[in-house]
């Protein structure tokens, strides 16, 4: 396996780890909740652009929308809901 896919491998369990504990949401783990997070998502990213912790929000939202992309939506919706802590919106 090359090194880009261990990092990735290592970014998508980290952010699955960090997100389990932390993270909670009413959208349900489907394309729709994924859809409603991400606009949720955007908006907050839009709003909170000075914050100390967008660097890392938006590169979080990035992967949750990977994640919805994949099917993967309950880590999606996680990772999202994640965004919108680290921002101080939830």
């Given at each position: 396996m090359?090194?880009?896919k261990y990092v990735?491998?290592?970014?998508?369990?980290?952010?699955?780890?960090?997100?389990?504990?932390v993270a909670q949401t009413d959208e349900p783990a489907t394309s729709i909740g994924c859809l409603h997070m991400q606009k949720?998502?955007?908006?907050?990213?839009?709003a909170n652009q000075q914050s100390t912790n967008?660097?890392?929000?938006?590169?979080q939202a990035q992967g949750a929308q990977n994640y919805c992309a994949q099917?993967?939506?309950?880590?999606?919706?996680?990772?999202?809901?994640?965004?919108?802590?680290?921002?101080?919106t939830n």
């Open positions: 090359s090194l880009t990735v491998s290592a970014a998508a369990l980290s952010m699955l780890l960090g997100t389990a504990a949720k998502v955007s908006a907050a990213l839009d967008y660097s890392t929000a938006k590169s099917g993967m939506y309950k880590v999606g919706v996680d990772g999202y809901a994640k965004v919108l802590q680290l921002l101080g």
